[in-house]
Every structure is written in structure tokens, then in C-alpha cells.
């Protein structure tokens, strides 16, 4: 581990869990490592493997799987174009990446392959999809612990499209969206580890959270960690 990610880390677990909507001035950024263009199995024995995964074990992903998983989700690989491993409708670079981790949560930024702080506290297990309500219950059940490492949230601006009908910029979100998953899913095989893509998830809790415009959608989540 080089000496900046080496601090991140220390600076990370030092922060205190916090309240929802807390600013995220007191995380620092998280520069990650350059992605290792060379690792993972074969693309077609990836297929081969590539599976939804339903447990993970609590185990913090090491700097390097966190910042491999990320350029290949949707990191910068024709800097001359501005594009990117996950193709774009009109290049637009809609689809952004919220990293829910203990600390906080972050965003991806493509450009300078690091991760910026969104929100302060752990919110993995408050963002799962709600339990069923249990009979006697007004409310369903939420989620109490984290279910993986990580939660990965994809979420996509429509008014970054320089074009179209609401219809057509949802559209091309979801789209966009599938695309960034499909990398993720992808890599996860390729590399040992384990994720599925879901729809389901508090969604209201996340837009509340992250502050999201009426232009910003949030379409998929992934768990990412380690087999159980």
C-alpha cells in the first residue's frame, strides 16, 4: 500500500459513524491506486463464471480491488476523448458512482480516478431493500448490518444529455446504467469477487441521503466483497 492510500485508510476508520445528511467536509478524499490493466481471467472464462452472488463476508476490500473494480465500472481509458470504459449516450458521462462505504459515502470521479466525499456514517445496511413487515408491524423491518463491503449505487443525470424528450434521457439512463453494471458484474468474475445487480433498494433513503436533484435517477446497486 503506497503512502497516500495508506493515510486515507487511517483517516477512514478514525471517523465516527454519523447521523444521515451530515456534511462530508470532515472525510478527505480517497486517491486510489492506478488500475492494473493485466489482472483477471480470461473474458470468455469469466462468462463462465460470472454469477449472482447472495453472501459476502464482512472483510474490507483491499485499495488495489477497489480501485480496479472502479476504473473498470466506468474509469478513464481514452483520456485524449474524454471516454470511458462504459460507453455514454452523446458521451455524456451521465451515470454517476456512489461508493457506500463504513466511513461514508463517496462518488467516483472518472477524471482523476479518485473518490470525493458525499456523506459522513455508515448507511450500507439503511439503503437494502426493506424486509417485509412482520404480522402486528406498521412499518417493514429495515436492514441492521451491512450485507457487503461495499454498496455500489448507480445513478444517472438526465441533464447532462445535451439532447432528447424526458422519455428518451430516462431511457438512455437506464441504458448507460445497465452498461456500468454489466463492467461491474464482469469484472467481479473475472477477479474473484463476488456482487449481483439489483434494483430493489431504498431509494427515497438514498435520494434524501445524497441530496439528489429531480434530474439525478437511481437505477442499480451492487454489493461488491469477498466470498463468505
Excluded at 459513524?17 to 480470461?42: F, K, V, Y
Excluded at 480496479?68 to 455514454?88: C, F, Y
Excluded at 412499518?139 to 443525470?157: G, H, M
Aim: charged fraction near 20%.
Amino acid at each position: 500500500m503506497n503512502r497516500t492510500l495508506l493515510c486515507c485508510s487511517v483517516i477512514l476508520a478514525a471517523t465516527p459513524i454519523a447521523s444521515p445528511g451530515l456534511s462530508a467536509q470532515e472525510l478527505q478524499p480517497i486517491r486510489l491506486n492506478p488500475p492494473d490493466t493485466t489482472r483477471g481471467l480470461p473474458f470468455m472464462q469469466a462468462l463462465a463464471v460470472k454469477a449472482s452472488a447472495t453472501a459476502w463476508s464482512d472483510k474490507e476490500l483491499a485499495p488495489q480491488d477497489l480501485a480496479d473494480l472502479l476504473w473498470a465500472a466506468n474509469g478513464l481509458n481514452r483520456p485524449e476523448e474524454n471516454k470511458t470504459t462504459a460507453s455514454s449516450a452523446m458521451n455524456a458521462h451521465d451515470v454517476d458512482i456512489y461508493v457506500f462505504m463504513q466511513a461514508g459515502v463517496f462518488v467516483y470521479d472518472y477524471r482523476t480516478h479518485q473518490l470525493t466525499p458525499a456523506a459522513s456514517g455508515d448507511f450500507r445496511a439503511a439503503i437494502l431493500p426493506q424486509r417485509p413487515a412482520r404480522p402486528g408491524a406498521e412499518r417493514p423491518a429495515a436492514a441492521s448490518t451491512p450485507e457487503a463491503a461495499i454498496q455500489i449505487v448507480l445513478v444517472s443525470d438526465a441533464a447532462r444529455f445535451r439532447a432528447g424528450s424526458e422519455e428518451q434521457r430516462y431511457e438512455w439512463g437506464a441504458l448507460d446504467a445497465g452498461i456500468v453494471s454489466q463492467n461491474i458484474s464482469l469484472f467481479c468474475a473475472a477477479t474473484g469477487l463476488k456482487t449481483r445487480p439489483r434494483a430493489m433498494m431504498n431509494k427515497e433513503k438514498i435520494k434524501e441521503l445524497l441530496r439528489l436533484r429531480p434530474t439525478q435517477r437511481v437505477f442499480l446497486n451492487h454489493p461488491v466483497g469477498y466470498s463468505r
